[in-house]
Nanobody
Framework: QVQLVESGGGLVQAGGSLRLSCAAS????????MGWFRQAPGKEREFVGR????????AYVDFVKGRFTISRDNVKNTVYLQMNSLKPEDTAVYYC???????????WGQGTQVTVSS
């Protein structure tokens, strides 16, 4: 089992920045990728980006490229989502998730609310 706890959400004005954290515990040695997802009111959850736990390689969806950056601290077992140039349409509950090499994302955090005001 892997436990994930997010933090760092809040209210920010458009153009501002926030950094989300996701602390992992438990069987962290089994983690292959850590992903960030978000779900806006009335919309389906969508993938934002991911980081490979060992190599640190990242991938993002087009609508956050150049604005969001995922990083990790393997000593602290923590993944970060740095969000810059935030837009009102980035308002959502943000979730981190973990997957093993042979599974889908099957461990999820509780989510943290990000609200961007115009």
């Amino acid at each position: 089992q892997v436990q994930l706890v997010e933090s760092g959400g809040g209210l920010v004005q458009a153009g501002g920045s926030l950094r989300l954290s996701c602390a992992a515990s438990g069987r962290t040695f089994s983690i292959f990728n850590m992903g960030w997802f978000r779900q806006a009111p009335g919309k389906e959850r969508e993938f934002v980006g991911r980081i490979n736990w060992s190599s640190g390689s990242t991938a993002y969806v087009d609508f956050v490229k150049g604005r969001f950056t995922i990083s990790r601290d393997n000593v602290k077992n923590t993944v970060y989502l740095q969000m810059n140039s935030l837009k009102p349409e980035d308002t959502a509950v943000y979730y981190c998730a973990a997957r093993s090499i042979d599974t889908e994302y099957n461990y999820w955090g509780q989510g943290t609310q990000v609200t961007v005001s115009s």
